[in-house]
């Protein structure tokens, strides 16, 4: 419904419901990669009868922002849809999170997950990454699901940005 909705009143942002069988395949879908703190719990709104929520995050590093905004310690504001495919963070907990600028109705300023739960990931202390969905692209790409290979990653695989027709 998130998606159908966005397709409905903004056609340039189509991919909302990408899907990935590679971890390089997200690597390269993705402008913006940080590492970031949840820093406030997701605070739920309605947009034409639509639930999302909205929650804060501390970047605590920047892997990859293709067009160099963000830095450590800013604060971003990440809108999710609370369903399967979008698990929401949680209050406190560290995470990995595959980027993009949102651009639609719903809010201004603000950033989606890549792929959505496929670009969410929980990192614990120390820096093994954890799929919040069922999928790890980690895992099914043979790569190590740890924080210290990332860079490499996305080295290896710089953000190719999308064709518009």
Not at 84 to 106: A, F
Not at 123 to 135: A, H
């Given at each position: 419904?998130?998606?159908?909705?966005?397709?409905?009143?903004?056609?340039?942002?189509?991919?909302?419901?990408?899907?990935?069988?590679?971890?390089?395949?997200?690597?390269?879908?993705?402008p913006i990669v940080i590492v970031g703190k949840v820093s406030s719990a997701p605070k739920p709104f309605t947009h034409q009868s639509v639930t999302f929520f909205?929650?804060?995050?501390?970047?605590?590093?920047?892997?990859?922002?293709?067009?160099?905004?963000?830095?450590?310690?800013?604060?971003?504001?990440?809108?999710?849809?609370?369903?399967?495919?979008?698990?929401?963070?949680?209050?406190?907990?560290?995470?990995?999170?595959?980027?993009?600028?949102?651009?639609?109705?719903?809010?201004?300023?603000?950033?989606?997950?890549?792929?959505?739960?496929?670009?969410?990931?929980?990192?614990?202390?120390?820096?093994?990454?954890?799929?919040?969905?069922?999928?790890?692209?980690?895992?099914?790409?043979?790569?190590?699901?740890?924080?210290?290979?990332?860079?490499?990653?996305?080295?290896?695989?710089?953000y190719v940005a999308e064709k518009t027709m």
């Amino acid at each position: 419904m998130f998606g159908e909705m966005l397709k409905e009143e903004n056609t340039s942002d189509l991919a909302v419901t990408e899907s990935f069988r590679h971890i390089d395949d997200l690597a390269t879908s993705s402008p913006i990669v940080i590492v970031g703190k949840v820093s406030s719990a997701p605070k739920p709104f309605t947009h034409q009868s639509v639930t999302f929520f909205e929650s804060h995050i501390q970047v605590q590093r920047v892997y990859r922002d293709v067009n160099g905004q963000l830095k450590s310690a800013d604060t971003i504001t990440l809108l999710q849809n609370d369903m399967e495919e979008d698990p929401l963070v949680k209050r406190d907990e560290t995470v990995l999170l595959y980027l993009q600028r949102y651009e639609g109705p719903v809010m201004e300023n603000a950033y989606r997950i890549v792929g959505l739960q496929l670009g969410h990931f929980k990192v614990n202390r120390t820096g093994t990454l954890t799929s919040v969905g069922e999928s790890n692209l980690y895992q099914e790409s043979g790569r190590s699901a740890d924080l210290s290979k990332l860079e490499t990653l996305l080295k290896d695989h710089p953000y190719v940005a999308e064709k518009t027709m």
